[in-house]
């Protein structure tokens, strides 16, 4: 039987079933710097790429440190916020699961936009919920009502704070903050850090214990990162004929505008496929619907814009196909994050258009590499690199000048063996700057292990 490496947290057993259940057996990177800072009382910053277990990195800490017994005068003991509605329900889902296996089950409650709120009033009229999830809008909303009454709670967790920030929350998280006491341990999980959240942070964490995780690459390694030209054909057939090659068990097209997702929708409806379409645009109840659907696999194909992009979580996603390079870059690593995950292998193919050179420059200067394909004799082939000719251009202009007057002078000569001399000492001018770009890899990887290490002693 494999070893659950979660005991290692010294968790309650119950949570220890609760994970096995749902083959949890080793603990992600960002689980396993946070879950004992968090269990210690530490506010904490965690910081890692998506699918990679961050919301049992707070959920099962949280679990631990609520106390059940507080039943005769039930209270709120902790407040998770998350930018959407989809998030906010994946999380609860994650959080019942864990309270299955409670000998005292929590009394939890889930509130977001598009809800009955007068339900959600006379049910905390009644009662207060030890633990809350929702979204920053109806969460702030049953407070001012003076319904929910969060100034007992010692725990507050805000997920996605990147994509908190993008979609303009972050005032209703810091009013939600505000209603907190002063020792409030605040854990706050994000894809990424933006510039604009430091503010934030440093209001509310006074010393918290930073854990970034690096990835070796930015694409899960699980993922083939496929990029195509749509150069002189229709993406819409293209679209269609890469969703119906195969066989996949869910397929998502993530398209940058609920005109464009309702288009494509239509058209591959046309074609005889049965298509979930996911959207902001849609009534708050449907989308409910159509992502309860999705998740009971009544779908095999879904087309939707980025609002869905981190609220799609579910085992089995084996393609994502990019319609077009989003808007905003980081959701990239979001769209493609749906799928490869807990161990599982997923495509990810990106259409681009020529005029999109410059955008997929960018995300390949962030680390992302792709394998250029293309349809040849009616089959997918791996096909030349799209920068080839750039870099063969660009290594003969990065000649010393001293070597390129070698060159001439050479010519001039025009003595046996002179190609021969000119290969070997372009050859060797080579060697020398891979020696240099050596030496600069090894010093940055010093500094970078001198900077963790101070990291670490700052955190004794």
């Known amino acids: 039987m494999t070893e659950n490496k ?10 220890i079933k609760a994970v096995q259940a749902i083959n949890f057996y080793q603990p992600t990177a960002i689980q396993e710097r946070v879950i004992p800072d968090i269990l210690k009382g530490q506010s904490v910053v965690g910081q890692s790429a998506t699918g990679s277990g961050k919301t049992h990195a707070f959920l099962l800490p949280l679990f631990a440190r609520i106390d059940p017994e507080v039943q005769a005068v039930q209270a709120v003991q902790a407040v998770i916020t998350t930018p959407s509605r989809e998030l906010a329900y994946q999380i609860y889902a994650a959080a019942k699961q864990l309270n299955k296996f409670a000998p005292q089950p929590l009394t939890i409650h889930n509130y977001v936009g598009g809800t009955d709120k007068q339900h959600q009033l006379d049910q905390l009229a009644r009662k207060q919920p030890q633990l809350v999830i929702g979204t920053p809008g109806r969460v702030l909303d049953l407070i001012k009502s003076q319904a929910l009454d969060i100034h007992t709670a010692t725990m507050f967790v805000v997920d996605e704070a990147d994509m908190t920030l993008d979609m303009g929350f972050l005032e209703q998280v810091d009013q939600i903050a505000s209603n907190f006491p002063e020792d409030l ?35 899960n390694p699980d993922v083939q990162n496929w990029l195509m030209s749509t150069k002189g054909q229709d993406k819409n057939q293209l679209i269609y004929r890469l969703l119906t090659m195969g066989e996949p068990y869910l397929a998502l097209v993530f398209a940058n505008t609920k005109e464009r997702v309702e288009e494509l929708t239509r058209y591959l409806e046309g074609q005889g496929l049965k298509v979930a379409m996911i959207h902001g645009g849609l009534e708050a109840r449907r989308r409910k619907r159509t992502m309860r659907q999705v998740r009971n696999l009544d779908y095999q194909y879904v087309v939707a814009t980025d609002l869905a992009a981190r609220g799609i979580d579910i085992d089995g996603v084996s393609l994502v196909i990019n319609d077009d390079i989003p808007t905003d870059l980081e959701y990239f690593v979001h769209r493609v994050g749906r799928t490869g995950r807990n161990g599982m ?14 955008l997929i420059d960018k995300l390949e200067e962030r680390g992302i590499k792709f394998i250029p394909k293309e349809f040849r004799g009616g089959r997918l082939v791996t096909t030349h ?23 001439k002078k050479t010519k001039k000569r025009v003595k046996p063996g002179y190609k021969k001399r ?39």
Do not use: C, W
């Open 6 to 15: 979660f005991k290692n947290f010294k968790l309650p057993s119950y949570l």
């Open 185 to 219: 341990q605040m854990m706050v999980f994000s894809a990424t850090i933006p510039k604009k959240l430091r503010p934030f942070l440093k209001k509310y964490m006074a010393n918290p214990q930073v854990e970034e995780i690096p990835t070796q690459a930015v694409i």
């Open 345 to 358: 292998n997923g495509t990810a193919i990106t259409l681009y258009a020529p005029a999109e050179d410059d």
């Open 385 to 407: 690199d799209r920068n080839r000719r750039k870099k063969y251009r660009r290594k003969q202009a990065e000649l010393d000048p001293s070597m390129k007057g070698f060159v």
């Open 422 to 460: 000119i290969k070997q000492a372009i050859k060797k001018d080579e060697q020398q700057k891979r020696k240099l770009e050596l030496r600069h890899k090894i010093r940055k990887a010093k500094r970078q292990r001198q900077r963790q290490h101070r990291r670490e002693r700052n955190a004794r």
